[in-house]
């Protein structure tokens, strides 16, 4: 469908949470986070990923991103298997991916200055120094739509909307290919999202970035991906290009994500549904996935 | 820093401890240029003299009494508490920066790192803290440099647990996960990203532990463990003047006063400290 290469390739990705029984601790019960989960990114292009809250779409972003290990599958970035590496080994990889936060409070540091927070991956990796680090810094708080004197504040100085402009800074301070974006407009005030989206779409024209944009409602996802994966209970159960998956839902529980969107338009609005009862569709571990159109698969599994 | 002093004043306990701590300190910090009698020398002719306030400022006066040798009590005990304060701090300055490396390394690396350590301060716990010190200096020697070590290592595990809390929950902080995410070292993030966010509860801790040492320190120096004579320290001047506190009152009341005030102003301003920081207590007011 797309014809440049994948930056990305996930594959039966799996990570589960609980157990580890020992002396002192009881067994906790095990959550499968996420399970099964497959998926290609090319380069330049934006992946959504859709589902309710807890559905595994946060581990699957820190999984994809060695942030933990997870216990199967492969992560390949532009054919590399990153779920081998470890340490040193992973750090040149650091450098091409990176990931925006929910909550844009809670990922800045509240005792470092933003100047030296946005500066921290050069530093880190050793790319820039001294004066060029200092112009670097300006020129990416330019280009995320801050004033530069900000530098030498301290992130309780800053609105919702500002700290994740500086979040995107340094998330896009090493020039990376790929970008992890959980939520990252969630948190934030109506009339401000569509600003960030606006800069995440300018980013990526300017970039040449891929995005896995996370989110909890398809409206969120619809003018900036050009496919969407919809997530239920830890498996993908719907992978199309997005308008197929606003024309032609074949899973009824992206058909019930669709129905929720509201509609102003009384002439276009959607005849009811019967809700899609999630606790008793939990996909099973066997079902696999079929292509029912080209390039938009469905989870098969018996629904009630 | 505004904005603390102003909050200070507004809390009379808190303006109280810290008024009379600063009283303390400087006193302690400006006892040479303060004329008063060589603290280690006696005067025979003038054992056990009660405190006059007659003539309060001719070369022979003793405020505050003379003890059994004839040493003047204010003197002993101003210098006193240049010794106590300078141990206590040292201690707990000591006990804080381990207690609160090792709480950050338990609590950020997890595993068996953090069982090793949390057993090792369950089972310090366990053993009275009074106890493990004597036989530390007992076993060590009464030296100044021992109390200072053996306070620390009483102090250490107080930290240790609280740090360790509260890099529990800093640890799962997005700005952690971004940390790791750029491919910061374990130690950048430690240092630079968890220490920052930790300094102000071991300040507070530290606040209250040195409440704690002072008295741990008066307690072994009344043992004789402490500082060696004729250095004056205050629990030794407890411990040579119950003898007579029948007929001289003041051989003990002044020290036991001077280690009760410096351990209430310090407690005083150590709880409004602690408020201070909480930031649940602050968005109250
Ligand atoms: N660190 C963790 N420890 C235990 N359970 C977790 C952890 N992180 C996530 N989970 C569980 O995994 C499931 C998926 O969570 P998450 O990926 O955060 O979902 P989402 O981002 O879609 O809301 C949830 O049931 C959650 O409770
Ligand atoms: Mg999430």
Known sequence: MTTS??????????????????????????IHAINDVSFQIAEGETLGLVGESGSGKSTTGRAVLHLETPDAGSVRFRGQELTTLAGKALKPYRREMQMIFQDP????????????????????????????????VAELFRLVGLD????????????????????????????????VADEPITALDVSIQAQIVNLFQD??????????????????????????????RGRIVEIAPTEQIFSDPRHPYTQSLLAA?????????????PPFDVSRNIPPREAQMAEVAPGHFVLDHPIQ | MKHFFRDLCRSKAGLFGAVL???????????????????????????????????????????????????????RLIHGSRMTLMVASTAVVLGGIVGTFLGILAGYKGG????????????????????????????????????????ALTSWIRYARIIRAQVLS????????????IGASTLRIMFLHILPNVLTPALVVGTLELARVIIMDAALSFLGLGVQPPTPSWGRMLADGRVYLSSAWWTVTFPGLAIVLTVLSVNLFGDWLRDYFDPKTRSAK
Not at chain 1, 203 to 226: E, K, N, P, T, W
Not at chain 2, 25 to 51: E, I, K, W
Request: charged residues 20%.
């Open chain 1, 148 to 179: 530069p004197a900000f530098m030498s504040r301290y992130p309780h100085e800053f609105s919702g909307g500002q700290r994740q402009r500086i979040n995107i800074a340094r998330a896009i301070a090493l020039k990376p290919a790929f970008i």
């Open chain 2, 112 to 151: 068996l790192v953090d069982r090793i350590l949390m057993r090792l301060v369950d089972i310090q716990l366990a053993i009275p803290l009074m106890l493990l010190a004597l036989l530390v200096v007992a076993a060590l020697g009464p030296s100044i440099t021992n109390v200072v070590l053996v306070l």
């Open chain 1, 5 to 30: 290469p994948p930056v990305l390739e996930v594959n039966g990705l799996m990570r589960s949470y609980g157990g580890g029984k020992t002396l002192f601790r009881k067994e906790k019960p095990v």
């Open chain 2, 21 to 75: 701590l600063a009283i303390i300190v400087l006193l302690a910090l400006f006892a040479p240029l303060l004329h008063l009698p060589d603290p280690t020398r006696g005067d025979l002719r003038a054992r056990l003299a009660g405190p006059t306030w007659s003539g309060l400022f001719s070369p022979g006066a003793h405020p505050l009494g003379t003890d059994e040798v004839g040493r003047d009590i204010l003197s």
């Open chain 2, 170 to 181: 800093l640890r799962e902080r997005e700005f952690v996960q971004s940390a790791r995410a």
């Open chain 1, 261 to 273: 969107i509201p509609v102003p338009d009384p002439d276009r609005r959607r005849p009811p549904r």
């Open chain 1, 105 to 136: 409070y809670s990922a800045l540091n509240p005792r470092m200055k933003v100047g030296r927070f946005v500066a921290e991956p050069m530093v880190v990796h050793g790319t820039e120094s001294g004066s060029a680090l200092q112009d670097r």
């Open chain 1, 203 to 232: 980013l990526q024209d300017q970039l040449g970035l891929a995005y896995l944009f996370i989110a909890h409602d398809l409206s969120m996802v619809r003018y900036l991906c050009s496919r969407v994966a919809v997530m239920l």
